[in-house]
């Protein structure tokens, strides 16, 4: 039953974007758009949640900052990748060697 309920609520192809959404919330829009979106958000419950959940954490970009990956942590994520590339190159090879 969860899931029936998980398949219908997402967005749609005719769903407006987010920031869409969030440029009618902050009257940002032209009138045709705005009432194109607010036609929209009385037969849509998921943008109807999205719309609350945008604008109860909006985030202003003063507020974050882009922060350095510490060495050490990438130094390990680079290995891990690498080693779980590896197997798929090793594949790849035996693909192509059955090909020719």
């Known amino acids: 039953m969860a899931t029936a309920f998980a398949s219908l609520f997402n ?3 005719g769903c407006p974007s987010s920031q869409d959404l969030l440029d009618y ?3 940002r829009l032209g009138s045709a758009q705005s009432l194109r ?3 929209h958000l009385t037969s849509c ?3 109807n949640a999205e719309l609350q959940l ?3 954490y ?4 003063d507020e974050y900052s882009f922060a350095e990956m510490p060495s050490q942590l990438r130094r390990l994520a680079e290995r ?3 080693s779980t590339a590896t197997p798929f190159q090793a594949l790849r090879r035996l693909e192509e060697s059955r090909r020719t």
């Not at 909006?58 to 970009?61: A, E, V």
């Open 11 to 13: 967005k749609k192809v």
């Open 37 to 39: 979106i607010e036609a």
């Open 25 to 27: 919330d902050q009257f």
């Open 54 to 56: 945008l604008t109860r």
């Open 45 to 47: 419950d998921f943008c």
């Open 80 to 82: 891990l990748l690498h």
């Open 58 to 61: 909006q985030n202003t970009q």
